[in-house]
């Protein structure tokens, strides 16, 4: 009997997060260690480790993060920084999209950056979409 082994998770820098986060290719977003230096002089040591995510239950189930760089917060896309890591950015005119209809599913296998109809025809197609019913495939 062969077992299979879990898959490898891949990790890279988040763009324009480098040295302070890095998303995997499964959907998972760590802080890297690090010293911070703060505003009254003082610094303390950040360990570094995966991240909470967060969902959005007015946002079609998309979960995200909290980046923190120099005292301000960031609520950013799960989605979008794995897309932007292992893909690359945006190209005009697109967005990212979940092909299995799971906006909860951030893995990169499951997203691409398509035009905004295909994102809706995917959304009517999983059932997803608020206006319209779900139709056969």
């Given at each position: 009997?062969?077992?299979?082994?879990?898959?490898?998770?891949?990790?890279?820098?988040?763009?324009?997060?480098?040295?302070?986060?890095?998303?995997?290719?499964?959907?998972?977003?760590?802080?890297?260690?690090?010293?911070?230096?703060?505003?009254?002089?003082?610094?303390?040591?950040?360990?570094?480790?995966i991240?909470?995510?967060?969902?959005?239950?007015?946002?079609?189930?998309?979960?995200?993060?909290?980046?923190?760089?120099?005292?301000?917060?960031?609520?950013?896309?799960?989605?979008?920084?794995?897309?932007?890591?292992?893909v690359?950015?945006?190209?005009?005119?697109?967005?990212?999209?979940?092909?299995?209809?799971?906006?909860?599913n951030?893995?990169?296998?499951?997203?691409?950056?398509?035009?905004?109809?295909?994102?809706?025809?995917?959304?009517?197609?999983?059932?997803?979409?608020?206006?319209?019913?779900?139709v056969?495939?």
């Amino acid at each position: 009997m062969c077992e299979s082994s879990p898959p490898v998770e891949r990790w890279l820098p988040v763009p324009g997060w480098e040295g302070f986060y890095e998303v995997s290719d499964l959907g998972r977003v760590r802080s890297s260690p690090r010293t911070v230096h703060r505003r009254d002089g003082r610094t303390r040591r950040v360990p570094g480790g995966i991240l909470r995510v967060t969902g959005d239950p007015h946002n079609y189930g998309r979960v995200y993060v909290s980046l923190c760089r120099n005292g301000e917060q960031y609520k950013t896309s799960v989605a979008h920084m794995v897309l932007l890591a292992f893909v690359g950015s945006c190209p005009e005119g697109m967005e990212g999209c979940h092909s299995d209809g799971n906006a909860g599913n951030d893995q990169l296998v499951n997203l691409r950056w398509d035009t905004h109809i295909a994102n809706v025809q995917d959304a009517i197609r999983h059932g997803t979409h608020g206006r319209r019913r779900r139709v056969a495939s």
